[in-house]
Each structure stands twice: as structure tokens, then as C-alpha cells.
């Protein structure tokens, strides 16, 4: 079975930066699309960032030119680097994956809560 441990969550000032890690652990044989998602108090869970195997990256268009989400393959890891935050920009937020691996798979991190004060 595939998991996602995230770490990087924390209380940032309005205008700082966090960086976000994400690695998948288990029997993994290839892995697609890694991407981050977030949900805020009293909200739907919202899609971030997602990146394809390829490199392909695409982003909701409230973080556009202030987050970027990057991978690194041999560690099977995904990044989200957050910078200019913002206090709306306060949630859990959750990676996701989905590759093959025993089977195909779809897993979700634990989530690591992000705090901007303003």
C-alpha cells in the first residue's frame, strides 16, 4: 500500500513563504500526476497545484504566480513552494498521487495545517 507523508506545514506572517513536502513510501513503479489540494474551515476541499509525470503543472487561479509545485522522481517527492501568502490562503493542505504500483493506486497525505496571519 502506497502513503504520503507531508511535512513543511506552519504559522507564517501575512507575506512569507512555506514550503511544502510531499513523498510517497511504499512499492511504487511509476507514478502520474502529484498534486495538492487544500480545505479550508467550513469549505470544500479545493485543488492547488497538480503536476503530470511529464512536468505539465497547472494551478487555481488564486495562487497563480505566487506558489509553484515541483517533483523529484528518484525520490518520488512533490514540493509546493508558497510564497506572498496570504491569511485566505490558511488550510489543511492534503498531497495526492496516483501511479501504479501493486495495482494502481490514488493516495492522499494526512494533511499539515498552514496558518497566515495578517
Known amino acids: 500500500q502506497v502513503q504520503l507523508v507531508e511535512s513543511g506545514g506552519g504559522l507564517v506572517q501575512a507575506g512569507g513563504s512555506l514550503r511544502l513536502s510531499c513523498t510517497a513510501v511504499g512499492y511504487i513503479f511509476s507514478i502520474d500526476a502529484m498534486g495538492w489540494y487544500r480545505q479550508a474551515p467550513g469549505k470544500q476541499r479545493e485543488l492547488v497545484a497538480v503536476?503530470?509525470?511529464?512536468?505539465?503543472?497547472n494551478y487555481t487561479d488564486s495562487v497563480k504566480g505566487r506558489f509553484a509545485i515541483s517533483r523529484d522522481n528518484a525520490k518520488d517527492t512533490v514540493y509546493l513552494q508558497m510564497n506572498s501568502l496570504k491569511p485566505e490562503d490558511t488550510a489543511v493542505y492534503y498531497c495526492?498521487?496516483?501511479?501504479?504500483?501493486?495495482?494502481?493506486?490514488?493516495?492522499w497525505g494526512q494533511g499539515t495545517l498552514v496558518t497566515v496571519s495578517s
Open positions: 503536476i503530470a509525470g511529464g512536468g505539465s503543472t
Open positions: 495526492n498521487a496516483v501511479g501504479l504500483g501493486e495495482g494502481f493506486f490514488e493516495a
